[in-house]
């Protein structure tokens, strides 16, 4: 019930999937950085208490987190329709693998000094901090991740099948 068929079709179909959540990634990342740097810019010193409350602010930081949620389905939905079969089993693959990635990421704070990731004005102590607050962040929402790929994958098998069945 649960084999894994590895083909390179299907380790495609992964590496696609991870490219459209990271892609959608950095397309948010670049948003909010714009946004951000545009209230930076046009914002006098003593109104930043003020600016990032405002509505461009807000409507990025919602903006960014519809996108994390939709990336997950639709990198599942792109390898449930690419593998056309257990696209639910694949998706959640593409979550584990997801969940792989981004721990290991976030573990490097632990490994490099905090100079070199955050600059040599930041306490050491607080980076640790920061790194176990996403690590502990990214465990809680895992399972949503894992769930929501899950749901894209068998989606996109779905859509395969209606697809065909035309």
Same mark, same amino acid.
């Given at each position: 019930? &649960?084999?894994? %068929?590895? =083909? ?15 892609? /959608? ?12 740097? %545009? ?8 109104? &930043?208490?003020? $600016? ?10 919602? *903006?960014?987190?519809?996108?994390? *949620? ?16 257990? !696209?639910?089993? +694949?998706? $959640? ?10 721990? =290991?990421?976030? =573990? /490097?704070? #632990? ?6 990731? +955050? !600059?040599?004005? #930041?306490?050491?102590? +607080? ?8 690590? /502990?962040?990214? /465990? ?9 790929? =899950?749901?894209?994958? +068998? ?12």
């Amino acid at each position: 019930m &649960f084999n894994i %068929n590895l =083909s390179r079709k299907n380790l495609f179909a992964i590496f696609l999937g991870l490219l459209v959540i990271v892609g /959608l990634g950095i397309i948010t990342s670049t948003v909010s950085f714009f946004v951000i740097s %545009n209230i930076m810019r046009t914002t006098p010193v003593s109104e &930043f208490k003020y $600016a990032f409350s405002q509505q461009p602010i807000l409507v990025s930081n919602w *903006l960014s987190k519809i996108i994390a *949620l939709a990336s997950p389905i639709l990198g599942g939905f792109v390898v449930g329709y690419l593998v056309k079969e257990k !696209g639910w089993l +694949y998706g $959640a693959l593409l979550g584990f693998i997801l969940l792989f990635i981004s721990i =290991s990421i976030v =573990s /490097l704070i #632990f490994i490099l000094p905090t100079s070199i990731i +955050y !600059g040599p004005q #930041f306490p050491p102590n +607080y980076g640790h901090e920061l790194a176990q607050k996403n690590i /502990l962040n990214q /465990l809680l929402h895992s399972p949503l991740t894992i769930v929501l790929a =899950s749901l894209g994958g +068998y989606l996109g098998e779905r859509f395969y099948i209606q697809k065909v069945k035309k």
